[in-house]
């Protein structure tokens, strides 16, 4: 099903999602982005989701770099649902906040497979992000199986309805479609394949969030690097990308970065 809606003019994102992957000796690679971000179109904004450990110290080496206005934030990749409490291990929106992270990645597929979350907690998490005052960016997509059996649209209508909260508006919620499939494994959908999920996921969120929905920004997810940047980010009602492996080099996440329109 092809869904023609309005295209509106939304500012890019380029989020980095570095998953299990850095040391202490990786914030070389922040400071290039910071030194990179500087020569970037004025339409792009960039967020480095690195692990917890390493929130509080990039938040910190940002502040203090010396051009404050550079469009870059530091995020995080999960959070708890709660704000404290017995939680072994977990972390809280709100200690991600503390430590400077300003966006939180919920949902995505490798949480939704190893550690079993639903859409209900999806949901949840996506309050809590918003609890701290923080942005969420919400990960939907379907597998192989689902897209061999002609039901990606019908398995992101249901993620969508049951992972996004009542209130979403432009301002607090980010929309990441992640085809399964295509994470970490050099594999893309045609430009054609992500236009339909897109323009349905907009159509999807315009219906139940009004003119919020017409801006909230919609990225694309799986297997981004520099050399297919430029037609994915071509691709109406896609504004930008959650950038997995290719996040983890300055460069690379550069380089996709200009690829925007
Ligand atoms: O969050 C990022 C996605 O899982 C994409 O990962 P990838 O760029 O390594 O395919």
Known sequence: ????????????????????????????????????????????????????????????????????ALPVAIGAQDCHTNAAGAHTGDISAEMLADAGARTIIVGHSERRADHAETDAIVRTKAQAVWRAGLVAI????????????????????????????????????VVAYEPVWAIGTGMTPTAADVEEVHGFIRQTLT???NGEGERMRLLYGGSVKPSNASELMAVPHVNGALVGGASLKASDFLAIAAGCP
């Open 207 to 209: 219906q139940r969030f």
């Open 138 to 173: 919400v990960c939907v997509g379907e597998t192989q199986g689902e897209r061999n059996a002609g039901h990606t649209l019908d398995v992101v209508a249901g993620q969508l309805a049951g992972s996004l909260p009542d209130g979403a508006t432009a301002a607090n919620l």
């Open 1 to 68: 099903m092809r869904v023609s809606m309005p295209v509106p003019a939304v500012r890019s994102l380029i989020a980095g999602n570095w998953k299990m992957n850095g040391l202490k000796a990786a914030s070389s690679e922040l400071d290039a982005i910071l030194e990179g971000a500087a020569q970037l179109s004025s339409g792009v904004d960039l967020l480095v989701c690195p692990p917890a450990t390493l929130i509080a110290a990039f938040a910190d080496r940002l502040a203090a770099h010396a051009n404050s």
